[in-house]
Protein backbone atom coordinates (compact mmCIF):
# COMPACT_ATOMS: atom_id res chain seq x y z
CA UNK A 1 0.00 0.00 0.00
CA UNK A 2 1.12 3.69 -1.13
CA UNK A 3 0.97 6.19 2.09
CA UNK A 4 0.07 9.49 0.52
CA UNK A 5 2.39 11.41 3.06
CA UNK A 6 1.26 14.87 2.92
CA UNK A 7 4.11 15.77 5.08
CA UNK A 8 6.84 14.53 2.84
CA UNK A 9 4.74 16.26 -0.25
CA UNK A 10 4.30 19.57 1.93
CA UNK A 11 7.90 19.25 2.71
CA UNK A 12 9.62 18.92 -0.85
CA UNK A 13 7.17 21.92 -2.15
CA UNK A 14 7.38 24.28 0.75
CA UNK A 15 11.01 24.52 -0.41
CA UNK A 16 9.98 26.19 -4.14
CA UNK A 17 7.33 28.25 -2.39
CA UNK A 18 9.92 29.84 0.07
CA UNK A 19 12.63 30.64 -2.51
CA UNK A 20 9.60 31.91 -4.95
CA UNK A 21 7.78 34.25 -2.27
CA UNK A 22 11.51 35.52 -1.77
CA UNK A 23 11.57 37.07 -4.96
CA UNK A 24 8.64 39.72 -3.82
CA UNK A 25 9.97 43.45 -3.11
CA UNK A 26 8.15 42.81 0.23
CA UNK A 27 7.42 40.23 2.72
CA UNK A 28 3.65 38.51 2.05
CA UNK A 29 1.17 38.70 4.62
CA UNK A 30 -1.57 36.62 5.61
CA UNK A 31 -4.33 37.88 8.34
CA UNK A 32 -6.20 35.37 10.29
CA UNK A 33 -9.17 36.56 11.72
CA UNK A 34 -10.60 34.80 14.87
CA UNK A 35 -13.43 34.93 16.95
CA UNK A 36 -13.35 33.42 20.15
CA UNK A 37 -11.08 31.17 21.33
CA UNK A 38 -12.26 27.56 20.67
CA UNK A 39 -9.05 25.31 21.58
CA UNK A 40 -9.30 23.73 17.98
CA UNK A 41 -9.01 26.70 16.24
CA UNK A 42 -6.33 27.96 18.52
CA UNK A 43 -4.44 24.79 16.98
CA UNK A 44 -5.28 25.28 13.35
CA UNK A 45 -4.10 28.97 13.76
CA UNK A 46 -0.95 28.33 15.53
CA UNK A 47 -0.08 25.39 12.80
CA UNK A 48 -1.05 27.74 9.52
CA UNK A 49 1.48 30.55 11.78
CA UNK A 50 4.23 28.21 12.06
CA UNK A 51 4.04 27.05 8.51
CA UNK A 52 4.03 30.59 6.85
CA UNK A 53 6.86 31.80 9.41
CA UNK A 54 9.01 28.59 7.99
CA UNK A 55 8.32 30.04 4.50
CA UNK A 56 8.88 33.69 5.48
CA UNK A 57 5.24 34.89 5.03
CA UNK A 58 4.24 36.89 8.04
CA UNK A 59 1.21 35.62 9.85
CA UNK A 60 -0.52 38.46 11.31
CA UNK A 61 -3.72 36.95 13.76
CA UNK A 62 -6.65 39.33 14.78
CA UNK A 63 -8.13 37.68 17.72
CA UNK A 64 -11.55 38.60 18.39
CA UNK A 65 -14.09 38.20 21.19
CA UNK A 66 -16.80 35.48 21.03
CA UNK A 67 -19.55 38.35 21.93
CA UNK A 68 -18.00 40.79 18.70
CA UNK A 69 -20.97 41.86 16.82
CA UNK A 70 -21.46 41.18 13.25
CA UNK A 71 -20.80 44.13 12.22
CA UNK A 72 -17.65 45.08 14.37
CA UNK A 73 -16.46 42.04 12.78
CA UNK A 74 -17.54 43.01 9.31
CA UNK A 75 -15.70 46.34 9.96
CA UNK A 76 -12.13 44.82 10.69
CA UNK A 77 -12.55 42.34 7.76
CA UNK A 78 -13.04 45.68 5.45
CA UNK A 79 -10.12 47.02 7.11
CA UNK A 80 -7.88 44.47 5.84
CA UNK A 81 -9.63 45.18 2.81
CA UNK A 82 -7.67 48.14 2.53
CA UNK A 83 -4.47 47.34 3.99
CA UNK A 84 -2.15 47.53 1.39
CA UNK A 85 0.37 45.57 3.55
CA UNK A 86 -1.87 42.28 3.56
CA UNK A 87 -2.13 40.19 0.84
CA UNK A 88 -4.79 37.12 2.24
CA UNK A 89 -7.01 37.06 4.20
CA UNK A 90 -8.99 33.85 6.23
CA UNK A 91 -11.72 33.61 9.08
CA UNK A 92 -11.06 31.18 11.04
CA UNK A 93 -14.09 28.61 11.24
CA UNK A 94 -16.20 27.99 12.99
CA UNK A 95 -17.86 31.06 14.05
CA UNK A 96 -20.54 31.80 16.77
CA UNK A 97 -23.65 30.75 16.40
CA UNK A 98 -25.15 33.84 16.55
CA UNK A 99 -23.19 35.21 13.31
CA UNK A 100 -24.11 34.93 9.99
CA UNK A 101 -21.15 33.28 8.21
CA UNK A 102 -22.33 34.07 5.06
CA UNK A 103 -22.57 37.90 5.79
CA UNK A 104 -18.84 37.79 7.26
CA UNK A 105 -17.15 35.31 4.42
CA UNK A 106 -18.66 37.55 1.76
CA UNK A 107 -17.62 40.32 3.27
CA UNK A 108 -13.31 39.49 2.57
CA UNK A 109 -12.25 41.12 -0.63
CA UNK A 110 -12.74 38.17 -3.53
CA UNK A 111 -8.89 39.02 -4.45
CA UNK A 112 -7.70 38.49 -0.75
CA UNK A 113 -9.89 35.43 -0.15
CA UNK A 114 -7.10 32.78 -0.27
CA UNK A 115 -9.86 30.55 1.56
CA UNK A 116 -11.70 30.74 -1.44
CA UNK A 117 -14.92 30.97 0.54
CA UNK A 118 -17.01 33.87 -1.06
CA UNK A 119 -20.07 33.25 -3.15
CA UNK A 120 -18.13 34.88 -6.27
CA UNK A 121 -14.69 32.14 -5.77
CA UNK A 122 -17.45 29.40 -5.10
CA UNK A 123 -19.33 30.47 -8.37
CA UNK A 124 -15.86 30.60 -10.35
CA UNK A 125 -14.67 27.21 -9.18
CA UNK A 126 -17.92 25.94 -10.38
CA UNK A 127 -17.59 27.87 -13.45
CA UNK A 128 -14.42 25.84 -14.09
CA UNK A 129 -12.82 29.75 -14.23
CA UNK A 130 -8.69 29.63 -13.62
CA UNK A 131 -7.52 32.59 -11.83
CA UNK A 132 -9.42 32.09 -8.79
CA UNK A 133 -8.82 30.65 -5.32
CA UNK A 134 -9.98 27.17 -4.88
CA UNK A 135 -10.78 26.57 -1.30
CA UNK A 136 -7.38 25.00 0.84
CA UNK A 137 -9.17 22.03 1.92
CA UNK A 138 -9.98 21.57 -1.85
CA UNK A 139 -6.53 22.62 -3.38
CA UNK A 140 -4.83 20.22 -0.72
CA UNK A 141 -6.12 16.97 -2.12
CA UNK A 142 -5.46 17.68 -5.86
CA UNK A 143 -2.23 18.31 -4.48
CA UNK A 144 -1.72 15.25 -3.14
CA UNK A 145 -3.11 13.04 -5.44
CA UNK A 146 -1.17 14.93 -8.23
CA UNK A 147 2.06 14.83 -6.38
CA UNK A 148 1.56 10.90 -6.53
CA UNK A 149 0.72 10.94 -10.31
CA UNK A 150 -2.89 9.39 -9.60
CA UNK A 151 -4.59 10.15 -12.55
CA UNK A 152 -7.71 12.16 -11.97
CA UNK A 153 -9.48 12.43 -15.89
CA UNK A 154 -12.13 10.04 -16.41
CA UNK A 155 -11.49 8.48 -13.37
CA UNK A 156 -14.93 8.06 -10.84
CA UNK A 157 -14.36 9.46 -7.72
CA UNK A 158 -16.64 8.91 -5.16
CA UNK A 159 -16.79 12.08 -2.43
CA UNK A 160 -18.35 10.94 1.06
CA UNK A 161 -20.08 14.22 2.80
CA UNK A 162 -21.61 17.22 0.77
CA UNK A 163 -20.24 20.47 3.05
CA UNK A 164 -19.57 24.08 1.69
CA UNK A 165 -16.13 23.85 3.13
CA UNK A 166 -15.05 20.41 2.17
CA UNK A 167 -17.57 18.02 -0.04
CA UNK A 168 -18.96 20.19 -2.16
CA UNK A 169 -15.67 22.16 -3.22
CA UNK A 170 -13.78 19.06 -3.06
CA UNK A 171 -16.38 17.47 -5.81
CA UNK A 172 -16.57 20.82 -7.94
CA UNK A 173 -12.13 21.12 -8.02
CA UNK A 174 -11.84 17.20 -9.27
CA UNK A 175 -14.63 17.32 -11.71
CA UNK A 176 -13.11 20.35 -13.12
CA UNK A 177 -9.72 17.92 -13.31
CA UNK A 178 -12.24 15.80 -15.58
CA UNK A 179 -13.18 13.49 -13.23
CA UNK A 180 -16.73 11.54 -13.10
CA UNK A 181 -17.73 12.69 -9.52
CA UNK A 182 -20.41 10.85 -7.50
CA UNK A 183 -21.21 13.06 -4.33
CA UNK A 184 -22.90 10.77 -1.18
CA UNK A 185 -24.00 11.75 2.20
CA UNK A 186 -26.38 10.80 4.67
CA UNK A 187 -29.65 9.69 2.55
CA UNK A 188 -27.98 7.87 0.40
CA UNK A 189 -28.83 4.41 0.23
CA UNK A 190 -26.02 1.19 0.51
CA UNK A 191 -23.35 3.61 0.59
CA UNK A 192 -20.62 0.93 0.70
CA UNK A 193 -21.85 -0.37 -2.48
CA UNK A 194 -21.34 3.44 -4.28
CA UNK A 195 -18.01 3.85 -2.72
CA UNK A 196 -16.70 0.62 -3.66
CA UNK A 197 -16.90 1.92 -7.36
CA UNK A 198 -14.62 4.07 -7.15
CA UNK A 199 -11.19 4.75 -8.54
CA UNK A 200 -10.49 7.39 -5.99
CA UNK A 201 -12.41 7.51 -2.86
CA UNK A 202 -12.59 11.24 -0.46
CA UNK A 203 -14.10 10.90 2.82
CA UNK A 204 -15.36 14.07 4.38
CA UNK A 205 -18.22 13.13 6.97
CA UNK A 206 -16.78 13.95 10.76
CA UNK A 207 -17.25 10.60 11.81
CA UNK A 208 -14.42 8.57 13.33
CA UNK A 209 -13.46 5.48 11.71
CA UNK A 210 -16.82 5.36 9.80
CA UNK A 211 -15.21 3.81 6.51
CA UNK A 212 -13.79 0.13 6.97
CA UNK A 213 -13.02 -2.47 5.16
CA UNK A 214 -16.27 -3.16 3.53
CA UNK A 215 -16.72 0.11 2.03
CA UNK A 216 -12.99 0.23 0.10
CA UNK A 217 -11.68 -2.38 -2.65
CA UNK A 218 -8.46 -3.21 -4.47
CA UNK A 219 -6.59 -0.70 -6.90
CA UNK A 220 -8.50 2.25 -4.68
CA UNK A 221 -6.73 5.43 -4.00
CA UNK A 222 -8.29 6.55 -0.77
CA UNK A 223 -8.05 9.86 1.11
CA UNK A 224 -9.27 11.03 4.58
CA UNK A 225 -10.58 14.36 5.42
CA UNK A 226 -11.49 13.91 8.50
CA UNK A 227 -9.98 14.87 11.68
CA UNK A 228 -12.15 13.82 14.79
CA UNK A 229 -11.04 14.22 18.46
CA UNK A 230 -11.66 10.77 20.16
CA UNK A 231 -10.43 11.99 23.60
CA UNK A 232 -13.90 13.81 25.35
CA UNK A 233 -11.78 15.25 27.71
CA UNK A 234 -11.80 19.62 27.24
CA UNK A 235 -7.66 20.34 25.85
CA UNK A 236 -6.82 24.30 26.27
CA UNK A 237 -4.59 24.29 23.67
CA UNK A 238 -3.19 21.63 21.52
CA UNK A 239 -5.41 18.27 21.16
CA UNK A 240 -2.74 15.64 21.53
CA UNK A 241 -1.80 13.37 18.20
CA UNK A 242 -2.57 10.77 19.95
CA UNK A 243 -6.28 11.11 20.24
CA UNK A 244 -7.40 12.61 16.70
CA UNK A 245 -8.20 10.23 14.26
CA UNK A 246 -9.71 10.28 10.74
CA UNK A 247 -13.17 9.03 8.85
CA UNK A 248 -11.68 6.19 7.83
CA UNK A 249 -10.12 2.89 9.72
CA UNK A 250 -6.97 2.74 8.80
CA UNK A 251 -5.44 -0.35 10.01
CA UNK A 252 -8.85 -1.54 8.57
CA UNK A 253 -8.58 -0.77 5.18
CA UNK A 254 -4.89 -0.73 4.85
CA UNK A 255 -4.45 -4.32 3.46
CA UNK A 256 -7.04 -3.83 0.77
CA UNK A 257 -6.71 -0.32 -1.03
CA UNK A 258 -3.89 0.94 -3.64
CA UNK A 259 -3.31 4.16 -1.58
CA UNK A 260 -4.64 5.98 1.45
CA UNK A 261 -3.70 9.28 3.26
CA UNK A 262 -3.26 8.86 6.89
CA UNK A 263 -4.69 11.09 9.60
CA UNK A 264 -2.94 12.80 10.52
CA UNK A 265 -0.15 14.14 7.82
CA UNK A 266 -2.08 13.33 5.39
CA UNK A 267 -4.90 16.38 4.21
CA UNK A 268 -4.02 18.21 6.92
CA UNK A 269 -0.47 19.32 5.78
CA UNK A 270 -1.58 19.70 2.24
CA UNK A 271 -4.63 21.92 3.40
CA UNK A 272 -2.06 24.45 5.29
CA UNK A 273 0.22 24.44 2.07
CA UNK A 274 -2.79 25.16 -0.41
CA UNK A 275 -3.67 27.95 1.63
CA UNK A 276 -0.42 29.51 1.29
CA UNK A 277 -0.35 29.05 -2.37
CA UNK A 278 -3.72 30.61 -2.96
CA UNK A 279 -1.17 33.91 -1.17
CA UNK A 280 1.22 33.11 -3.56
CA UNK A 281 -1.02 33.54 -6.50
CA UNK A 282 -2.03 36.86 -4.71
CA UNK A 283 1.44 38.34 -4.81
CA UNK A 284 2.14 37.09 -8.59
CA UNK A 285 -0.70 38.30 -9.71
CA UNK A 286 -0.59 42.06 -8.06
CA UNK A 287 3.39 41.74 -9.04
CA UNK A 288 2.44 41.21 -12.70
CA UNK A 289 -0.12 43.97 -12.64
CA UNK B 1 -43.56 3.64 -19.96
CA UNK B 2 -44.76 6.81 -17.95
CA UNK B 3 -44.74 9.90 -20.00
CA UNK B 4 -43.57 12.96 -17.69
CA UNK B 5 -45.68 15.42 -19.92
CA UNK B 6 -44.65 18.84 -18.77
CA UNK B 7 -47.56 20.40 -20.68
CA UNK B 8 -49.97 18.66 -19.08
CA UNK B 9 -48.25 19.42 -15.39
CA UNK B 10 -47.70 22.92 -16.05
CA UNK B 11 -51.38 23.69 -17.29
CA UNK B 12 -52.29 22.32 -14.21
CA UNK B 13 -50.03 24.00 -12.03
CA UNK B 14 -50.05 27.52 -13.90
CA UNK B 15 -54.53 27.49 -12.59
CA UNK B 16 -53.05 28.06 -9.24
CA UNK B 17 -50.11 30.47 -10.12
CA UNK B 18 -52.32 32.62 -12.41
CA UNK B 19 -54.78 32.63 -9.20
CA UNK B 20 -52.11 33.01 -6.65
CA UNK B 21 -51.05 36.20 -8.55
CA UNK B 22 -54.09 37.61 -9.06
CA UNK B 23 -54.12 38.01 -4.90
CA UNK B 24 -51.20 40.75 -5.02
CA UNK B 25 -52.20 44.43 -5.00
CA UNK B 26 -50.87 45.36 -8.35
CA UNK B 27 -49.61 42.94 -11.71
CA UNK B 28 -46.29 40.96 -11.36
CA UNK B 29 -43.55 42.19 -14.02
CA UNK B 30 -40.78 40.25 -15.34
CA UNK B 31 -38.12 42.22 -17.47
CA UNK B 32 -36.09 40.48 -20.09
CA UNK B 33 -33.05 41.93 -21.47
CA UNK B 34 -31.62 40.06 -25.00
CA UNK B 35 -28.94 41.68 -26.40
CA UNK B 36 -28.74 40.92 -30.25
CA UNK B 37 -31.41 38.90 -32.19
CA UNK B 38 -30.95 35.53 -32.49
CA UNK B 39 -34.32 33.56 -33.95
CA UNK B 40 -33.90 30.75 -30.78
CA UNK B 41 -33.60 33.87 -28.56
CA UNK B 42 -37.06 35.05 -29.96
CA UNK B 43 -38.30 31.93 -29.95
CA UNK B 44 -37.74 31.63 -26.34
CA UNK B 45 -38.51 35.34 -25.25
CA UNK B 46 -42.07 34.46 -26.91
CA UNK B 47 -42.75 31.45 -25.29
CA UNK B 48 -42.24 32.97 -21.85
CA UNK B 49 -44.38 36.56 -23.33
CA UNK B 50 -47.47 33.76 -24.19
CA UNK B 51 -47.36 31.83 -20.73
CA UNK B 52 -46.68 34.75 -18.55
CA UNK B 53 -49.18 36.93 -20.52
CA UNK B 54 -51.97 33.92 -19.68
CA UNK B 55 -51.15 33.85 -16.40
CA UNK B 56 -51.49 38.14 -16.04
CA UNK B 57 -47.90 38.68 -15.66
CA UNK B 58 -46.79 41.62 -17.52
CA UNK B 59 -43.83 40.83 -19.32
CA UNK B 60 -41.28 44.06 -20.76
CA UNK B 61 -38.84 42.78 -23.09
CA UNK B 62 -35.73 44.93 -23.68
CA UNK B 63 -33.90 44.38 -26.84
CA UNK B 64 -30.39 45.87 -27.23
CA UNK B 65 -28.42 46.22 -30.16
CA UNK B 66 -25.71 42.97 -30.42
CA UNK B 67 -22.83 45.57 -30.47
CA UNK B 68 -23.97 47.43 -27.41
CA UNK B 69 -21.35 48.10 -24.66
CA UNK B 70 -21.24 46.13 -21.48
CA UNK B 71 -21.34 49.09 -19.34
CA UNK B 72 -24.40 50.30 -21.32
CA UNK B 73 -26.26 46.68 -21.04
CA UNK B 74 -25.20 46.51 -17.11
CA UNK B 75 -26.69 50.33 -17.15
CA UNK B 76 -30.26 49.16 -18.39
CA UNK B 77 -29.73 46.24 -15.55
CA UNK B 78 -29.57 48.60 -13.12
CA UNK B 79 -31.94 51.19 -13.97
CA UNK B 80 -34.50 47.84 -13.72
CA UNK B 81 -32.74 46.92 -10.48
CA UNK B 82 -34.18 50.04 -8.83
CA UNK B 83 -37.47 50.13 -10.78
CA UNK B 84 -40.29 49.33 -8.17
CA UNK B 85 -42.53 48.53 -10.69
CA UNK B 86 -40.34 45.53 -11.69
CA UNK B 87 -40.58 42.37 -9.71
CA UNK B 88 -37.62 39.82 -11.90
CA UNK B 89 -34.98 40.35 -14.28
CA UNK B 90 -33.68 37.93 -16.46
CA UNK B 91 -30.81 37.90 -19.35
CA UNK B 92 -31.42 35.83 -22.39
CA UNK B 93 -28.50 34.01 -22.88
CA UNK B 94 -26.73 33.74 -25.01
CA UNK B 95 -25.02 36.99 -24.97
CA UNK B 96 -23.09 38.34 -28.17
CA UNK B 97 -18.94 36.60 -27.61
CA UNK B 98 -17.10 39.88 -26.59
CA UNK B 99 -19.59 40.48 -23.49
CA UNK B 100 -18.64 38.93 -20.38
CA UNK B 101 -21.10 36.94 -19.29
CA UNK B 102 -20.46 36.76 -15.26
CA UNK B 103 -20.66 40.87 -15.10
CA UNK B 104 -23.63 40.55 -16.82
CA UNK B 105 -25.25 38.19 -15.31
CA UNK B 106 -23.85 39.81 -11.37
CA UNK B 107 -25.31 42.82 -12.15
CA UNK B 108 -28.79 41.64 -11.93
CA UNK B 109 -29.85 42.44 -7.97
CA UNK B 110 -30.08 39.21 -6.46
CA UNK B 111 -33.25 40.13 -5.04
CA UNK B 112 -34.53 39.99 -8.56
CA UNK B 113 -32.35 37.38 -9.86
CA UNK B 114 -35.57 35.09 -11.06
CA UNK B 115 -33.03 32.62 -13.54
CA UNK B 116 -31.25 32.23 -10.26
CA UNK B 117 -27.58 32.60 -12.11
CA UNK B 118 -26.35 35.54 -9.48
CA UNK B 119 -22.98 34.05 -7.68
CA UNK B 120 -25.15 34.79 -4.68
CA UNK B 121 -27.69 32.80 -5.32
CA UNK B 122 -25.63 29.52 -6.84
CA UNK B 123 -24.25 29.70 -3.80
CA UNK B 124 -26.74 29.73 -1.99
CA UNK B 125 -28.20 26.79 -4.03
CA UNK B 126 -25.19 24.51 -3.28
CA UNK B 127 -25.66 25.69 0.67
CA UNK B 128 -29.11 24.34 0.89
CA UNK B 129 -29.99 27.75 2.05
CA UNK B 130 -33.96 27.86 1.61
CA UNK B 131 -35.79 31.68 0.25
CA UNK B 132 -33.60 31.74 -2.47
CA UNK B 133 -34.13 31.35 -6.43
CA UNK B 134 -33.16 28.43 -8.06
CA UNK B 135 -32.32 28.30 -11.81
CA UNK B 136 -35.38 28.02 -13.87
CA UNK B 137 -34.23 24.31 -15.84
CA UNK B 138 -33.62 22.77 -12.00
CA UNK B 139 -36.12 24.00 -10.66
CA UNK B 140 -38.58 22.70 -13.82
CA UNK B 141 -36.56 18.93 -13.62
CA UNK B 142 -37.27 19.04 -9.92
CA UNK B 143 -41.48 19.73 -9.86
CA UNK B 144 -41.67 17.44 -12.90
CA UNK B 145 -40.30 14.68 -10.96
CA UNK B 146 -42.27 15.91 -8.22
CA UNK B 147 -45.50 15.93 -9.98
CA UNK B 148 -44.91 12.54 -10.84
CA UNK B 149 -44.40 11.44 -7.52
CA UNK B 150 -41.05 9.95 -8.72
CA UNK B 151 -38.98 9.69 -4.71
CA UNK B 152 -35.72 11.44 -5.19
CA UNK B 153 -34.34 11.21 -1.10
CA UNK B 154 -31.84 8.45 -1.41
CA UNK B 155 -32.01 7.75 -5.00
CA UNK B 156 -29.02 7.53 -7.08
CA UNK B 157 -28.69 10.11 -9.74
CA UNK B 158 -26.84 10.74 -12.69
CA UNK B 159 -26.76 13.86 -14.11
CA UNK B 160 -24.91 13.88 -18.41
CA UNK B 161 -23.05 17.57 -18.90
CA UNK B 162 -21.68 19.72 -16.53
CA UNK B 163 -22.97 23.21 -17.47
CA UNK B 164 -23.31 26.01 -15.06
CA UNK B 165 -26.99 26.61 -16.68
CA UNK B 166 -28.19 23.08 -16.37
CA UNK B 167 -26.10 20.39 -15.12
CA UNK B 168 -24.05 21.65 -12.11
CA UNK B 169 -27.70 23.87 -10.55
CA UNK B 170 -29.49 20.81 -11.56
CA UNK B 171 -27.50 17.92 -9.70
CA UNK B 172 -27.00 20.57 -6.52
CA UNK B 173 -30.93 20.80 -6.47
CA UNK B 174 -30.98 16.90 -6.66
CA UNK B 175 -28.40 16.84 -3.96
CA UNK B 176 -30.47 19.03 -2.01
CA UNK B 177 -33.21 17.17 -2.20
CA UNK B 178 -31.68 14.17 -0.52
CA UNK B 179 -30.42 12.25 -3.86
CA UNK B 180 -27.09 10.58 -4.49
CA UNK B 181 -25.90 12.43 -7.32
CA UNK B 182 -23.01 11.40 -9.99
CA UNK B 183 -22.24 13.94 -12.46
CA UNK B 184 -20.91 12.56 -15.71
CA UNK B 185 -19.55 14.63 -19.00
CA UNK B 186 -17.26 14.20 -22.30
CA UNK B 187 -14.71 13.21 -20.08
CA UNK B 188 -16.37 10.26 -18.44
CA UNK B 189 -15.17 6.33 -19.11
CA UNK B 190 -17.41 3.97 -20.04
CA UNK B 191 -20.48 5.80 -20.16
CA UNK B 192 -22.82 3.54 -20.55
CA UNK B 193 -22.05 1.68 -17.22
CA UNK B 194 -22.27 4.74 -15.37
CA UNK B 195 -25.83 5.84 -16.61
CA UNK B 196 -27.39 2.36 -16.65
CA UNK B 197 -27.14 2.45 -12.45
CA UNK B 198 -29.43 5.48 -12.40
CA UNK B 199 -32.66 5.70 -10.62
CA UNK B 200 -33.34 8.67 -12.14
CA UNK B 201 -31.25 10.08 -15.13
CA UNK B 202 -30.94 13.59 -16.50
CA UNK B 203 -29.40 14.44 -19.79
CA UNK B 204 -28.01 17.73 -20.91
CA UNK B 205 -25.61 17.73 -23.42
CA UNK B 206 -26.44 19.08 -26.55
CA UNK B 207 -26.43 16.25 -28.57
CA UNK B 208 -29.31 15.13 -30.36
CA UNK B 209 -30.58 11.68 -29.65
CA UNK B 210 -27.26 10.57 -27.84
CA UNK B 211 -28.19 8.60 -25.36
CA UNK B 212 -29.64 5.30 -26.97
CA UNK B 213 -31.05 1.84 -25.77
CA UNK B 214 -27.48 0.86 -24.59
CA UNK B 215 -27.12 3.91 -22.07
CA UNK B 216 -30.56 2.90 -19.84
CA UNK B 217 -32.02 0.43 -18.21
CA UNK B 218 -35.14 -0.84 -16.83
CA UNK B 219 -37.28 0.92 -13.67
CA UNK B 220 -35.08 4.29 -14.73
CA UNK B 221 -36.71 7.78 -14.61
CA UNK B 222 -35.21 9.23 -17.65
CA UNK B 223 -35.57 13.32 -18.20
CA UNK B 224 -34.26 15.20 -21.68
CA UNK B 225 -33.49 18.49 -21.00
CA UNK B 226 -31.48 18.44 -24.21
CA UNK B 227 -33.17 20.57 -27.26
CA UNK B 228 -31.53 20.27 -30.47
CA UNK B 229 -32.46 22.01 -34.12
CA UNK B 230 -31.64 19.55 -36.53
CA UNK B 231 -32.93 21.15 -39.35
CA UNK B 232 -29.72 22.45 -40.49
CA UNK B 233 -31.69 25.58 -42.01
CA UNK B 234 -31.55 29.24 -40.92
CA UNK B 235 -35.19 30.30 -39.37
CA UNK B 236 -35.65 34.16 -38.89
CA UNK B 237 -38.65 33.60 -36.13
CA UNK B 238 -39.45 29.99 -34.77
CA UNK B 239 -37.96 26.59 -35.46
CA UNK B 240 -40.69 24.52 -36.25
CA UNK B 241 -41.51 21.50 -34.07
CA UNK B 242 -40.52 18.95 -36.43
CA UNK B 243 -36.63 20.25 -36.17
CA UNK B 244 -36.50 19.98 -32.73
CA UNK B 245 -35.24 16.77 -30.89
CA UNK B 246 -34.12 16.14 -27.52
CA UNK B 247 -30.51 14.45 -25.87
CA UNK B 248 -32.57 11.58 -25.79
CA UNK B 249 -33.42 8.91 -28.65
CA UNK B 250 -36.96 8.32 -27.76
CA UNK B 251 -37.88 5.37 -29.68
CA UNK B 252 -34.82 3.55 -28.95
CA UNK B 253 -35.07 3.84 -24.86
CA UNK B 254 -39.15 4.08 -25.00
CA UNK B 255 -39.57 0.50 -24.22
CA UNK B 256 -37.22 -0.03 -21.54
CA UNK B 257 -37.45 2.69 -19.10
CA UNK B 258 -39.97 3.47 -16.91
CA UNK B 259 -40.88 6.99 -17.26
CA UNK B 260 -39.60 9.50 -19.67
CA UNK B 261 -39.70 13.23 -20.77
CA UNK B 262 -40.39 14.07 -24.07
CA UNK B 263 -38.87 16.65 -26.31
CA UNK B 264 -40.58 18.84 -27.09
CA UNK B 265 -42.96 19.13 -24.26
CA UNK B 266 -41.80 17.82 -21.13
CA UNK B 267 -38.76 20.10 -19.69
CA UNK B 268 -38.91 23.23 -21.53
CA UNK B 269 -42.61 24.11 -20.45
CA UNK B 270 -41.43 23.15 -16.67
CA UNK B 271 -38.58 25.90 -16.95
CA UNK B 272 -41.00 28.94 -17.92
CA UNK B 273 -43.71 27.73 -15.23
CA UNK B 274 -40.68 27.79 -13.20
CA UNK B 275 -38.96 30.87 -14.34
CA UNK B 276 -42.49 32.39 -12.94
CA UNK B 277 -42.96 30.35 -9.62
CA UNK B 278 -40.02 32.33 -8.91
CA UNK B 279 -41.19 35.50 -9.50
CA UNK B 280 -43.82 34.81 -7.38
CA UNK B 281 -42.03 34.30 -4.55
CA UNK B 282 -40.21 37.90 -5.33
CA UNK B 283 -43.73 39.05 -4.86
CA UNK B 284 -44.88 36.70 -2.47
CA UNK B 285 -41.97 37.82 -0.37
CA UNK B 286 -41.93 41.85 -0.95
CA UNK B 287 -46.06 41.52 0.27
CA UNK B 288 -44.68 39.86 3.26
CA UNK B 289 -42.33 42.55 4.24
Redesign the interface.
Known amino acids: MLLLDGKVVRKNIAKTLEENFKKFSRRATLAIVQIGDLAPSNAYIKQKKLFGESIGVVVKHLKLLADSLESDIVGEIQKLNTDESVQGIIVQLPLPKNINI ?1 NVL ?1 SVNKDKDVDGLT ?2 N ?2 KL ?2 G ?1 SGYFIPATARGVCELLEYYKVPI ?4 VVVVG ?1 S ?1 LVG ?1 PT ?1 LAL ?1 LR ?8 S ?3 NLAE ?1 TRLADILIVAIGKPRFITDEYVSQNQVVVDVGINDISGEKFDEEIPKRHLVGDIDFDSVKNTVRALSPVPGGVGPMTVLALFENLFDVCRKSQKS
Do not use: D, P, Y
Open positions: SNATFRAEVAGERRMKALGATVTITHQTKV
